[in-house]
């Protein structure tokens, strides 16, 4: 997946606005962070922690919690351009 896909599928919820944070572009909805793409050219999205433990755990090849804090509050690295359409969308759909 590249990542005009993955912002064109962020986008698409509703009420989502792309906006900035740190310099890279990062989609809100009320004005709260759900997903953006991190330094490293990778897309994240802030899930529920259960949430990250569950899809981690089944696509630990894709996903990871970002490292540290961030990571324990739910934010959660994707490697999308190895994803799938499908994948990212639930993703972003938990996010949401």
Request: net charge positive.
């Amino acid at each position: 997946m590249t990542s005009a896909q993955f912002r064109k599928l962020a986008l698409a919820q509703p009420e989502a606005l792309e906006s900035s944070h740190f310099g890279k572009a990062d989609f809100r909805v009320r004005n709260r962070i759900f997903a953006g793409f991190m330094a490293d050219g990778f897309g994240y999205v802030k899930l529920k922690p259960e949430q990250q433990e569950m899809v981690c755990a089944a696509e630990g090849k894709l996903i990871s919690p970002i490292p540290g804090g961030w990571g324990r509050q739910g934010w959660t690295r994707i490697d999308h351009p190895k994803a799938d359409v499908a994948l990212v969308k639930s993703l972003l759909l938990m996010a949401w």
